[in-house]
């Protein structure tokens, strides 16, 4: 069974998101959604708000599983018996970000990763971004699924 994972913080879940995810899935035989836990951040959802959402969006597709996670991106991916790292690129300075990432995630740990651009309707799209609206009470509806 191929397996990949998408991981982020996804506080919130963009519409960037569903696009990479549902780009990936022809991929994989089955693709984990890990919702990271990082004690140092601050979220405005909880990890079980994250997960609920995405899980709800995804109810339907049998090939995807969310789970929430902390550490190590390639430990995660171990623990769920994943080869691959699903990353989504909006800009040069991601791009460049994501392959020092995959370089070390290889050498560490033998994880491949597999890079989708957004489409360029959606590359504008950010997680911060929403959550900037939100905090200056615009409407974050047409970034959300």
């Known amino acids: 069974m191929k397996t990949g994972i998408f991981v982020g913080s996804f506080d919130p879940f963009t519409i960037g998101h569903l696009s990479i995810v549902r780009r990936a899935l022809p991929l994989f035989d089955k693709l984990v959604i890990g919702v990271g836990v ?8 909880t990890t079980e708000e994250r997960i609920a959402t995405i899980s709800r969006l995804f109810a339907d597709e049998p090939a995807v599983e969310v789970r929430s996670y902390s550490g190590l991106t390639v430990d995660f991916a171990h623990s769920v018996e994943a080869g691959f790292i699903v990353k989504g690129v909006r800009s040069m300075k991601d791009f460049e970000y994501e392959r020092e990432q995959a370089d070390i995630n290889r050498e560490i740990g ?5 890079l989708l651009f957004a489409e360029p309707q959606l590359a504008h799209i950010s997680s911060s971004m929403v959550r900037e609206l939100t905090h200056f009470g615009k409407d974050p509806a047409p970034y959300l699924p």
């Open 38 to 45: 990082n004690e140092r951040k601050t979220y405005l959802h």
């Open 110 to 114: 033998g994880v491949e990763t597999v």
